[in-house]
């Protein structure tokens, strides 16, 4: 029965007018933490989460736990978070990289050019080189759209270069922490 309380908003959210209404009421627009707070936590991370924790981690240890006077919340922490670095890793990964390319939800609750996220000045370096390539011709034309291209493959690096450094460090968890929390039927 808790499994349907996690699957239904997978399927059926509740869109992007309430999610923005709500944001507004807590007071989260236009501040950094918009692009993480809200979005940070899944209904598919708690479902991996949740079959990591219940195949790797053997009952025997939440009944000594018990034994000894652990409450849920100290087991969690200290015995449980310390077997599941794996799980961890790649949950963080995942989210990282999901805020990291996150530009729309930079574009709708950030209005501080400030703030906004390097996603969004690659969309904009995009949208203005297609713009101006697409309204030159002759030779100026040519070297303008040759500039363009060049720019926008270099902003594309220089947008995942902070991932592609992370990556190698959590990159031995992953295998471990995709496998063991995956659904498996």
């Not at 990964?93 to 990291?100: D, T």
């Not at 720019?151 to 496998?179: E, R």
Request: aromatic residues 12%; contains cysteine; hydrophobic residues 55%.
């Amino acid at each position: 029965m808790l499994g349907i309380l996690y699957v239904i908003p997978m399927f059926v959210s509740g869109g992007l007018i309430p999610t923005y209404m709500v944001i507004r009421h807590v007071g989260l627009m236009n501040n950094p933490l918009v692009m993480i707070v809200p979005f940070s936590v899944s209904c598919y991370d708690i479902i991996v989460a949740r079959t990591f924790f219940k195949q790797s981690i053997p009952d025997s240890l939440w009944e000594a736990a018990q034994i000894d006077g652990a409450s849920t919340f100290r087991f969690f922490i200290r015995i449980v978070l310390p077997l599941s670095k794996a799980i961890v890793a790649v949950i963080g990964l995942w989210k990282a990289v999901g805020i990291w390319n996150s530009w729309f939800n930079a574009l709708i609750y950030l209005q501080d050019e400030a703030y906004q996220p390097i996603q969004l000045l690659l969309r904009q370096i995009l949208i203005t080189n297609q713009q101006a390539s697409a309204a030159t011709v002759g030779a100026l034309g040519e070297e303008l759209k040759q500039l363009a291209e060049m720019m926008k493959y270099s902003a594309i690096v220089v947008s995942t270069l902070p991932i592609m450094l992370v990556y190698p460090f959590l990159q031995k968890y992953f295998n471990k922490g995709v496998l063991i929390g995956s659904v498996k039927g």
